[in-house]
């Protein structure tokens, strides 16, 4: 008698029901997803997504309108993401060796390109290897794992970036976290992790949401002191900071004291996308191996491939254009805070200038489009409760005009909204 209900069932006699509960089960859902954003809105604290119908660059045009709009929220810090040569070589990369290898690299093998820029990344941070990814986020979320065991110890800096978090909680090392910048916490930490074999600090070389550069020269020597490594995030230093635009290990002097760098391909070294890990060439023979963001992604477009390549060209066969962003930076942050601003960080060209509350960062970025200015406010959980800004990014291709038609509207944004007196 069983059977014969089960086979009825099967046949289409419990199907309502089936459909009943599943339908139970979306509306539940709905409800439970509908309501959490409703509380995002809330919050003041929606990100909403505006479309653009033009290249990246200074100058943007929006979908519906709004063409000549000032761009000043953009990672694009060197200019490169419109720059003729780059787009000429990602256009010959793609006609010479397609859209893609439709593979990952350790089954459909690799194409030269993308040895030949693995090998020019290496010389650029003057390292032994390099390993592509399809981002940074992934390399952050390849390596620790990789690399570190549960014998093993990470220390971070409890302002790492969200990739660093992420790729620390993959991985079994015993897990430190120091104070923001705090040398005197993280020596404690690096006592403390004595009784592990391997010590790694992790930390962001430019932090992204304050502008504040790690005191590497002091991390360096407690990793001496504590025979710790050194492993740098440079997706907000590389290709502008530094005399030649190495990142923050060249800026302040210990390119030979840190033993590993992640970095970006979609910032300033061509905006497009992809990262890389550079370091000794061992640890990048593991992660060829062991690495499952890299051995699990396909590789990376050849056209975005042949940007960065150029990009990576075009930086070492001069500095002029990293060296023109102290100037710019300067310029931006000097202004802002004489009229009355209060801006994070130091010598960065992320300026964040910080306002406290989220509506008020939300509602001054939007009156700041509507003055022809793009910028964008940023609340929690991107940055902690009580701590929203909006934060400014100055580009090498932005004139002096530019910069100070951004102040001038952000002065009478900021009075408007009582930001400043």
Known sequence: MWRGAAVRVLRGGGAGILRSASGAASAQLRRLLENELEDIRGAGTWKSERIIASRQGPHLRLVGGGAGILNFCANNYLGLS????????????????????????????????????????????????????????????????????????????ELNHASIIDGIRLCKA????????????????????????????????????????????????????????????????????????????????????????????GKALGGAAGGYTTGPKPLIDLLRQRSRPYLFSNSLPPAVVGCASKALDLLMESNAIAQSMAAKTQRFRSKMMAAGFTISGKDHPICPVMLGDARLAAVMAEDMLNRGIYVTGFSYPVVPKGKARIRVQISAVHSDEDIDHCVEAFTEVGRKHGAIP
């Open 82 to 157: 419109s720059h003729p040569e780059v787009i000429r070589a990602a256009v010959e990369a793609l006609e010479k060796f397609g859209a893609g290898l439709s593979s990952v690299r350790f089954i459909c093998g690799t194409q030269s390109i993308h040895k030949d820029l693995e090998e020019k990344i290496a010389r650029f941070h003057q390292r032994e290897d390099a390993i592509l990814y399809p981002s940074c986020f992934d390399a952050n979320a390849g390596i620790f794992e990789a690399l570190l065991t549960p014998e093993d110890a990470v220390l971070s800096d």
């Open 174 to 265: 015993n897990k430190y976290r120091y104070k923001h910048m705090d040398m005197q916490d993280l020596e404690a930490k690096l006592q403390d992790a004595q009784k592990h074999r391997l010590r790694l600090v992790a930390t962001d070389g430019a932090f992204s949401m304050d502008g504040d550069i790690a005191p590497l020269r002091e991390i360096c020597q407690l990793a001496q002191k504590y025979d710790a490594l050194v492993f740098i995030d440079e997706c907000h230093a590389t290709g502008f900071l530094g005399p030649n635009g190495r990142g923050t290990d060249e800026l302040l002097g210990v390119t030979d004291k840190v033993t590993i760098i992640n970095s970006t391909l």
